[in-house]
């Protein structure tokens, strides 16, 4: 079992940054890979970014590429979200996921994920 815990959303105006991160408990959190996900006020929710387990592979959608980075450290069992130059477009619910397969999170396959967490809120006002 893991469970997975979001941090880090509020208010930020555009153009600035925040760095959201989500916390695993579970022995296994490392084998996972991870992915984060959001959704705006009436919109179906969307993939953002993957990691792989190790770390090594990443893959980001279109409309945040360049200026979202996602990292973990296994260490400290937590993923990450750096969220840079931030547009009104981002403001949504942000959710972290986990799935033993990369390949899974990439295709942002929500009813094959693993774990959800609850989400934290974004908002970025113009």
């Known amino acids: 079992q893991v469970q997975l815990v979001e941090s880090g959303g509020g208010l930020v105006q555009a153009g600035g940054s925040l760095r959201l991160s989500c916390a695993a408990s579970?022995?296994?959190?490392?084998?996972?890979?991870m992915g984060w996900f959001r959704q705006a006020p009436g919109k179906e929710r969307e993939f953002v970014a993957a990691?792989?387990?190790?770390?090594?592979?990443?893959y980001y959608a279109d409309s945040v590429k360049g200026r979202f980075t996602i990292s973990r450290d296994n260490a400290k069992v937590t993923v990450y979200l750096q969220m840079n130059s931030l547009k009104p477009e981002d403001t949504a619910v942000y959710s972290c996921?986990?799935?033993?397969?990369?390949?899974?999170?990439?295709?942002?396959?929500?009813?094959?994920?693993?774990?959800w967490g609850k989400g934290t809120l974004v908002t970025v006002s113009s």
């Open positions: 990691i792989s387990w190790s770390g090594g592979s990443t």
């Open positions: 996921a986990a799935d033993s397969l990369f390949r899974t999170v990439v295709a942002g396959s929500e009813s094959a994920m693993d774990y």
């Open positions: 579970g022995r296994t959190f490392s084998t996972y890979a």
